[in-house]
């Protein structure tokens, strides 16, 4: 959790300071074959996307106190591309919300029904706090 934190913490001080308002949204979950990680679904402006794939690299070593790991991050546009928002808004609205049903597989069944959500996983252990979103999205 303290990584993840400190993580949003960098990617939102650094949203602000170029504008923009923090929005995302994250998971912790933990599983038999990759143990403990985090799923992290953030709007990124895409004139900001090269800057910030280079800068989390050195978030995550600043935060891990290492040197950063090879696939450590995965960091993928919804649906694969830049500019499809506006290019193909209808594919990015099926994408995102592809992403947001993966993100939310592991939640109780009623909060899926609730919310549409089709895939069911379990998310593992989470000592703590399992999900969360910018206070912006939950109306803060």
């Known amino acids: 959790m303290a990584a993840t934190s400190a993580f949003l913490d960098c990617l939102g001080k650094h949203l602000k300071a170029s504008g923009h308002e923090r929005s995302w949204i994250w998971v912790h979950e933990n599983g038999p074959q990759i143990g403990g990680h985090c ?3 953030a709007h990124v402006p895409s004139e900001l996307v090269k800057k910030l794939t280079r800068l ?36 990015h609205e099926v994408n995102f919300d592809e992403a947001v049903d993966y993100l939310l597989k592991g939640a109780e069944s009623d909060v899926r029904a609730a919310f549409g959500i089709r895939r069911s996983q379990p998310g593992g252990l989470i ?5 969360g979103a910018s206070n912006n999205l939950l109306g803060g």
């Not at 040197?67 to 808004?89: C, M, Q």
């Not at 000592?127 to 999900?131: D, E, L, N, V, W």
Request: proline content about 7%; overall charge positive; charged content about 20%.
């Open 56 to 91: 989390q690299t050195r978030w995550i070593k600043q935060i891990t106190n290492r040197p950063y790991a090879a696939k450590t991050i995965k960091s993928v546009p919804i649906g694969g591309r830049l500019g499809l928002e506006t290019s193909n808004p209808h594919l």
């Open 39 to 41: 799923h992290i679904l």
């Open 127 to 131: 000592i703590g706090k399992r999900c």
